[in-house]
């Protein structure tokens, strides 16, 4: 580091370490949670049509309105609903943040999703986790005393969670948003993967809000995350949104390719069930222990981890390795592909414990 530079950053910030995402250039991409599904060939023509349209020289539509109707239909948004859109649901995240006071804490579990953790960071706020039990599972009763003794202002739960796939008991999340004053944010980047959701339960609740994102279903270099919560809580959460925070590229392309409810569902679909063959094929080598998953990607627990790893990376597949991550020893995690590509994935796992 430069003179300049070591002087004049903060110094919490020399000590974060960088978001490091991996060079994977040719390979087989599973590290990500990235849908393995390009346009269809048929959409393509029509959409660059579409795109022509976009008024570059323009500022984007500054509320997304067209968009945010879009995403109410393909989601099915309760209309008395209201949301906020980010560059990212990271990008909603860090709005959050920017909403709570110096000294506030966010409060969530361990291991989760490493952006509240980080943002945290960023933002200067207090960060306190939970330790999931030996099945991922919250510990309630650790939870609420944690609630107790930190009075955090924001509380991220991933529901799904990241990385362990597995959605929390619901009752237990309906304890801890009745038993805080904090915002309670439910993560429900995999929605589409999943078998339940509390999109019906953000008018029971004041203090819930939820987060989605187009990047698991097929659209991650859209850039497109979404909060839903009551009106009130939008409205005032809005005035933190930097203007034009969506490009019109991103709402241009979003308004025309999120129309595709069915083919998307569909896509969904196909990964739901490649799901259960990958897991299926994974349990069936002994040597692992393959935790359930309502994701579209699979964490399990494997001997000589790091091994396999760079095995399967020589290979040119590339998975995510966790498995120095506190609570995650020896796990890796596999996004489900295309069949093909878990079928190159699995046959290179069953070799190196055939
Ligand atoms: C992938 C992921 C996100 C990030 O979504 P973006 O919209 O791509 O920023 C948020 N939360 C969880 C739990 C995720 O796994």
Request: charged residues 20%.
């Amino acid at each position: 580091m430069n003179n300049f530079i070591n002087n004049w950053l903060r110094p919490d910030i020399k000590a974060i370490n960088a978001y490091h995402v991996p060079a994977s250039e040719n390979m087989v991409k599973l590290d990500a949670m990235e849908s393995p599904f390009p346009l269809p060939d048929e959409l393509i023509e029509q959409y660059l049509a579409y795109l022509a349209n976009a008024q570059l020289n323009r500022y984007p539509s500054p509320n997304a309105t067209e968009l945010q109707q879009t995403l109410c239909a393909l989601m099915d948004i309760p209309a008395d609903c209201s949301m906020l859109l980010g560059n990212g649901s990271d990008e909603l995240i860090q709005l959050l943040a920017l909403a709570c006071d110096t000294n506030d804490t966010i409060l969530s579990v361990e291991p989760s999703f490493v952006m509240y953790e980080m943002i945290a960071k960023f933002t200067r706020l207090n960060y306190q986790s939970v330790d999931l039990n030996d099945d991922f599972e919250i510990d309630l009763n650790a939870m609420l005393l944690a609630i107790e003794t930190h009075k955090p202002k924001l509380i991220f739960i991933a529901y799904p969670n990241n990385p362990t796939g597995n959605t929390f008991d619901r009752t237990t999340i309906e304890k801890i948003i009745t038993s805080t004053h904090a915002l309670v944010v439910l993560d429900e980047a995999y929605y589409a993967h999943a078998n339940d959701s509390f999109l019906d339960d953000i008018k029971k609740y004041p203090n819930l809000v939820l987060l989605r994102t187009v990047s698991k279903i097929g659209f991650a270099g859209l850039r497109l995350g979404l909060l839903i919560g009551a009106q009130d809580t939008v409205e005032q959460l809005d005035k933190l949104r930097l203007p034009y925070n969506i490009n019109t590229l991103t709402q241009v392309s979003a308004n025309f390719l999120l129309q595709e409810k069915d083919e998307i569902s569909k896509n969904a679909q196909i990964i739901r069930n490649e799901r259960t063959k990958l897991s299926a094929a994974l349990s069936a080598i002994n040597a692992l222990k393959v935790y359930p998953s309502q994701a579209n990607f699979i964490l399990f627990k494997a001997p000589n981890a790091n091994e396999l790893f760079i095995t399967l990376k020589q290979k040119g597949i590339l998975i995510k390795n966790l498995s120095s991550a506190p609570k995650l020893t020896d796990c890796l995690r596999v996004t489900v592909g295309s069949n093909e590509q878990n079928q190159q994935f699995i046959d290179v796992v069953e070799a190196f414990y055939g």
